[in-house]
């Protein structure tokens, strides 16, 4: 069965300086992973996503995400937050395998102070 | 390229009535997903559709939710009756097939907030 685990309820950091969104999966086979962002009254927007290759993927509004095997991670990392970062941020796992379901985690409020 | 609709945007109800939604997906995507997004919570897959087949309903209620993808391009999601625990946000997504190394993500609606009162 997949899974998808976001620790962190909330994430609260200042602007200007990184950011970490922690996510960790579990999944039969190699998977396809995915960050998802959703502002209030909004559908998710797609950020990025990491199918094979290098594992430090890069994608819209400067966002990142490095995957590691091993640990069976895919953390969200920016170099330099925005106020305008603050959203809900989700992570989703898919077997990698024809038309194999999306699992979504629950979700880690992202919160930039000024 | 348009994005995927979905009418209506809020629907209120009362209990034990009955409501369906509508999806229309990105052109040319042959996946379909119906999600549920109760508040505070991360979406959850009720019917996966591959063209008008259903690969993955696992976890929809069948005895009062129903889904159909005719001609594998709009889907309609219909709850009768609704319960109160209902209340959520039903988001619709596509993807190409699925299958590709390029396609794998699912692009999504901004959904349909009901309220069951």
């Known amino acids: 069965a997949q899974s998808v685990a976001q620790p962190e309820d909330q994430v609260n950091v200042a602007e200007g300086n990184p950011l970490t969104v922690k996510c960790t999966y579990s999944?039969?086979?190699?998977?396809?992973l995915f960050w998802y962002v959703q502002y209030p009254n909004r559908g998710l927007q797609f950020l990025l996503k990491?199918?094979?290759?290098?594992?430090l993927v890069k994608g819209s509004y400067g966002f990142e995400a490095e995957f590691n095997k091993s640990q069976t991670s895919f953390h969200l990392k920016k170099p330099s937050a925005l106020v305008s970062d603050s959203a809900l941020y989700f992570c989703?796992?898919?077997?990698?395998?024809?038309?194999?379901?999306?699992?979504f985690g629950s979700g880690t409020r992202l919160s930039i102070r000024p | 390229e348009a994005g995927v609709a979905q009418s209506p945007r809020y629907k209120i109800i009362e209990k034990r009535q009955s409501v369906a939604f509508w999806c229309n997906p990105i052109s040319g995507h042959a996946t379909l997903y119906w999600y549920q997004q109760i508040l505070g919570q991360g979406p959850k897959l009720l019917i996966q559709f591959q063209n008008n087949g259903v690969v993955d309903d696992s976890q929809l209620p069948k005895d009062r939710f129903s889904a159909e993808r005719l001609k594998g391009v709009d889907s309609t999601l219909k709850i009768q009756p609704a319960k109160l625990e209902d209340s959520a946000v039903y988001l619709c997504?596509?993807?190409?097939?699925?299958?590709?190394?390029?396609?794998?993500?699912?692009?999504f609606g901004q959904g349909t907030r009901l309220t069951v009162v």
């Open positions: 990491y199918i094979t290759g290098d594992n």
């Open positions: 997504a596509s993807s190409l097939t699925g299958q590709g190394v390029g396609d794998a993500e699912a692009f």
């Open positions: 999944v039969s086979g190699n998977p396809y």
């Open positions: 989703a796992v898919r077997r990698y395998s024809s038309a194999s379901k999306i699992i």
